[in-house]
């Protein structure tokens, strides 16, 4: 095996590579296994749970001899990032081992057959679809806020991916706050519903960069696909709890409308106030006037805001960071509108001009 590449182009799949590959240096999945044939580069990466193959045939690249071979990633990455960007690089084998060669820098690395490198086994498809890769990146990257990491409740560790005949969802929750946000132009023709693990969800969200992303659902895995590779993750098993009851407000609510920016800002100073321990920011409503306290220890903070408002009077504590975060992943709308249902409910988030989007945050006894 040996190719020239140019060393920018080289870092690139490494860096989308090795974000995936074991950082265990006596594991096998800390390996790449890097194969040139017909002109093409692919370098693919796993870590037990996911498996992604990053494909080129930039102008730059010229392979001599076609052959495949297993490297360390996190060396291999290094070795990339440190050499010039724009100067060419040369990787060889020689004697089993990779030897890389640009300009006047030579580096030697140990190596293993590609023939043990621990592909994940995939059977056929069993159904695909097609989203607006803008939409998907989106509304994947508002509604993942919500995500749990370790829950006990596996199927929150992960965002729910849910085909129907009306379209798509995308939906996450820590059991804390909620977010849901309904994709627009699917293409597919059966309904699923898989899990994709919080660990993948990145990766996932940002594999395809074309107008459409290509969707594999199979048995135990999820596959992304583009013409620059493909990424396959496993599933969570379990079921995901129906939220449709939870994203549609009660008859007897008090509605809020605030400017997103400054509800963020007065949250976000208030809540420096609250306890560490018991994190709480309370909002209090009967007028036009918002009022953002919080109380910890000896130390106090108020501020209010003008804002427009109607239906009974609220008193009610949130976790200021799970507010934050809420109201920054609703993005760029200028205005919210925020539906209360009392204390012991969910409270429903939203941007005024983008019903697609939606978001449940539970209260807190104050």
């Known amino acids: 095996m040996q190719f020239t590449i140019q060393a920018a182009a080289l870092s690139v799949l490494l860096k989308q590579c090795c974000g995936v590959a074991s950082r265990r240096a006596d594991d096998p999945t800390s390996q790449l ?17 996911q498996q992604i193959t990053r494909r080129t045939r930039t102008s730059s690249l010229q392979v001599e001899v076609d052959g495949a071979i297993c490297a360390g990633a996190t ?44 592909l994940i086994e995939v059977s056929s498809p069993i ?16 509604v993942s806020t919500c995500s749990a990491r370790d829950d006990v409740r596996t199927y929150l560790n992960g965002m729910q991916l849910a085909f129907n005949a009306a379209g798509a969802a995308l939906v996450a929750s820590d059991g804390h706050r909620l977010g849901q946000y309904l994709l627009s132009g ?16 990145d990766q996932f969200l940002t594999f395809s960069s074309e107008t459409k992303t290509r969707v594999q659902l199979y048995p135990n895995l999820v596959c992304v696909l583009s ?72 130390n106090a903070g108020e501020e209010i805001i003008d804002v427009e408002f109607n239906g009974e009077p609220v008193d009610v504590g949130y976790n200021p960071r799970y507010l934050a975060e809420i109201i920054k992943a ?4 200028e205005e919210i509108e925020i539906l209360f249902s009392g204390t012991s409910t969910g409270t429903l988030l939203s941007a005024t001009d983008c019903s697609q989007l939606k978001f449940v945050l539970m209260p807190l006894r104050i």
């Open 33 to 49: 296994l890097i194969s040139v044939h017909d002109g093409q580069l692919a370098i693919t990466a796993q870590n037990g749970s």
């Open 227 to 298: 013409e620059s590779g493909e990424l396959y993750s496993k599933l969570i098993d379990g079921k995901y709890p129906d939220v449709a009851r939870l994203l549609t407000s009660s008859g007897n609510t008090s509605r809020l409308v605030v400017n997103h920016i400054a509800l963020l800002e007065v949250v976000q100073r208030i809540g420096l106030m609250s306890e560490a321990k018991h994190q709480s920011v309370r909002l209090s409503l009967s007028t036009n006037e918002l009022r953002v306290s919080a109380l910890s220890n000896d």
């Open 75 to 118: 060396k291999l990455e290094q070795i990339a990032a440190a050499l010039p960007s724009e100067r060419p690089v040369t990787l060889k084998l020689v004697e089993e081992k990779l030897v890389i060669t640009c300009a006047r820098s030579r580096f030697s690395l140990a190596t293993f057959s590609a023939s043990a490198f621990p």
């Open 186 to 201: 699917v293409e597919g023709d059966v309904s699923a519903s898989v899990i994709v693990p919080v660990a993948a969800i």
């Open 330 to 333: 609703i993005g760029p709308a």
């Open 127 to 142: 159904a695909e679809f097609q989203i607006d890769s803008v939409d998907l990146q989106r509304g994947g990257r508002a």
